[in-house]
């Protein structure tokens, strides 16, 4: 059967083995990056190509559930810097003693030195009250916005741009300093910036946090099995 509309079809062959290579390339390589930013700031044009990779995310429903603050105000950094310290001393405190001068060691500095800050929210309510295929899993919307954060990153690797993903703050303190409306979720508060070096293997491996984990350990086949 020919498709309603032909032109609405392209090619799915397999990628060229230098496109498939970069693709993976970027994928292996990409890393948190959490202090090594330098102070250059990003032209627009390139901001504008990492959205567009983000915008060409797959989302449930085509719902496109997600938005991007761009944060560059030295001010405003300020303030987030200033609520992420006061959550990381509350996280700090939640570790083992033996734990902590290991955490300290690990420098979130990226809200300081990272000349753009990306906050990437999600709105539960753009494909109105019922979307196709969120109707049995209402964390669709939030997954698609994910997927939106992941095509941000590996076009950053791609292009020389680090980013560092910044989880530790209390949700009321980002969304007074951005003025996130209540029935917006926040997703991600990403640092953005270039870089000069990267680590081979992440940064938690490196200094002894956690060690990455057997792919084999992980793949189950047919049904979930207990190890």
Not at 158 to 163: I, L, N, P, S
Not at 190 to 195: K, S
Request: net charge negative; aromatic share 8%; proline share 7%.
């Amino acid at each position: 059967m020919q498709p309603d509309n032909p032109h609405a079809l392209s090619h799915a062959g397999p990628f060229s083995d230098d496109e498939r290579a970069a693709v993976y390339r970027a994928i292996e390589t990409r890393r948190d990056v959490r202090d090594q930013f330098l102070p250059d700031s990003l032209p627009s044009p390139l901001v504008n190509r990492l959205l567009a990779a983000a915008h060409a995310a797959p989302s449930v429903g085509f719902m496109q559930p997600w938005n991007f603050i761009l944060i560059r105000d030295a001010e405003r950094r300020e303030r987030l810097r200033t609520a992420f310290e006061e959550a990381n001393g509350e996280a700090e405190a939640m570790f083992a003693p033996e734990r902590r001068a290991l955490y300290r060691s690990l420098k979130l500095e990226g809200l300081r030195k990272a000349p753009l800050v990306v906050c990437v929210t999600c709105d539960p309510t753009r494909g109105g009250a019922v979307v196709l295929g969120r109707t049995h899993n209402p964390r669709m919307d939030v997954y698609s916005t994910v997927c939106a954060v992941q095509n941000f990153w590996l076009a950053a690797r791609a292009e020389g741009v680090g980013v560092g993903w910044v989880s530790i703050f209390r949700d009321e303190d980002v969304r007074g300093i951005l003025g996130i409306p209540p029935h917006i979720e926040i997703v991600a508060l990403l640092c953005v910036g270039f870089v000069d070096s990267l680590y081979q293997e992440p940064e938690l491996a490196v200094k002894g946090w956690r060690q990455r984990l057997d792919l084999a350990d992980l793949v189950f086949e047919e049904r979930w099995e207990a190890r």
